[in-house]
Structure formats: C-alpha cells, structure tokens
C-alpha cells in the first residue's frame, strides 16, 4: 500500500503564488510516474501536470507556463510550484501515482491523495 501526504493549499488572491507538495510513504521499490490533478464539482478528475521517473513532464493547457512540477526521487516527493494564480484555478487538487512496483513483478496501479483545497479569488 502506498500513502499521500498532500500539503500547501489554502485560499489567495489572483496573481500570487502557492506552493503543493506531497509524499508518498508505504513499503515500494519504486513509483512510476507522480502528479496532480484537479476536480471541479460535476466533472471528471483533470491533469494538471505529471512527472516521470525520467524526469519527463506533463502539463495540462490551463496552467503550462504557470505551473512547474518537480520530484525528489529520494524522498519519493512531488511537489507542484503555482505562480501567477487564477481563479479558474480553483478547486481540490490531489496527488496520484502510475504504477507502483514493491518488486521486480510486483506492483500496483495508481494511487491518490485525499486532495488539498486551493481557493483563488479575483
């Protein structure tokens, strides 16, 4: 089983910055791909960006050149840098996982976080 630990939400104004983070914990080998979505009421689960164990990035149309993911493999973290907030960015965002593997055949598909709320007003 794997756990995340969403932190960094809260409610800001338009134009500023907030910060997401979140840890994987659990006994793994290693997680594939790690990232954050977004859940507006009465749609479906949206990309916000992904990160790859390569380093390779996603990022959905919305927030490319606003947002920047990053990951510390070592610490098995993501974390999601939002400047330049708008608010259409509102909503709960929650962390998930692709595949994760606890041996050379074993694994798991993704996992999510309970999510964490950011709030942006005008």
């Known amino acids: 089983q794997v756990e995340l630990a969403e932190s960094g939400g809260g409610s800001v104004q338009a134009g500023v910055s907030l910060r997401l983070s979140c840890r994987a914990s659990?006994?793994?080998?290693?997680?594939?791909?790690m990232g954050w979505y977004r859940q507006a009421p009465g749609y479906e689960r949206d990309l916000v960006a992904t990160?790859?164990?390569?380093?390779?990035?996603r990022y959905g149309d919305s927030v490319k050149g606003r947002f920047t993911i990053s990951r510390d493999t070592a610490e098995n973290a993501v974390i999601l840098q939002m400047n330049n907030l708008k608010p259409e960015d509102t909503g709960p965002y929650y962390c998930?996982?692709?595949?994760?593997?606890?041996?050379?055949?074993?694994?798991?598909?993704?996992?999510w976080g309970r999510g964490t709320q950011v709030t942006v007003t005008a």
């Open positions: 998930g996982t692709g595949r994760v593997w606890y041996s050379h055949d074993t694994y798991s598909n993704a996992f």
């Open positions: 659990g006994k793994f080998s290693r997680i594939t791909t």
């Open positions: 990160i790859a164990e390569d380093g390779t990035t």
